[in-house]
């Protein structure tokens, strides 16, 4: 006997989020070179998926993908272009490097709150997460605690040059999709209004 059960859409893991311009992620990639060389175990993020998050909305149907097209196109519209600088370094929980954020963070948290506010209104839900400005640079497994926070303290000293992220991204990515290294691509992106 058949029975036939509807098919579930295929699902995604969604995040809106700002990138820093190639050459200001070539400027942390240098700093990083001694790091990449003595912790070449630790998983490090690819540099072309380096990103901001601004809201990070979890597994979805594809399906839902075109409700926030328009929204957040219109919300880049109406926003200014924000100066960022990624800056030093750090780790959560001993397991995840990052890199912080610094310069108009005050509009970083704004825009990140109407970005939030926008999915809502497409009646999306998704787990409320305090924006913490970063940009993940690698993650450690059990045993590699140390490596991450000497790998940490190698980014003390780092201060980026400042740039204007310009542009507001709806960002996929494969994370659960069985093993090997996270891949992201966007799935679009929309310039800001203009300079901050």
């Known amino acids: 006997m058949v029975t036939d059960h ?3 859409p295929p699902t995604v893991r969604l995040f809106v989020a700002l990138a820093p311009p190639d050459d200001a992620k070539d400027e942390l990639a240098g700093a990083l070179q001694f790091a990449y060389e003595k912790y070449a175990h630790l998983r490090w993020n690819r540099i072309e998926d380096w990103h901001i998050t601004l809201a ?3 597994e979805l149907p594809v399906t839902l993908i075109p409700l926030l097209r328009p929204a957040l196109a219109r919300l880049a519209a109406g926003r200014p272009s924000l100066g960022l600088g990624l800056d030093g370094g750090g780790h959560f929980d001993e397991r995840l490097l990052w890199t912080g954020i610094e310069g108009e963070l005050d509009g970083l ?3 990140a709150e109407d970005v939030r506010n926008s999915v809502r209104a497409c009646g999306i839900a998704f787990q ?7 940009l993940t640079l690698a993650r450690g ?3 590699q605690q140390a490596d991450i926070l000497s790998a940490a303290a190698s ?5 980026g040059r400042t740039w204007q992220a310009e542009r507001l991204h709806l960002v996929g ?6 093993p090997g ?12 209004a203009g300079g901050s």
């Open 6 to 8: 509807p098919q579930q």
């Open 56 to 58: 990070f909305l979890g």
């Open 109 to 111: 948290h704004v825009l």
């Open 128 to 134: 409320e997460r305090p924006l913490r400005p970063h």
């Open 141 to 143: 497994r059990r045993g």
């Open 155 to 159: 980014l003390t000293d780092f201060a």
């Open 173 to 178: 990515s494969n994370i659960g999709r069985g």
């Open 181 to 192: 290294v996270i891949r992201y691509r966007d799935i679009e992106s929309w310039r800001l």
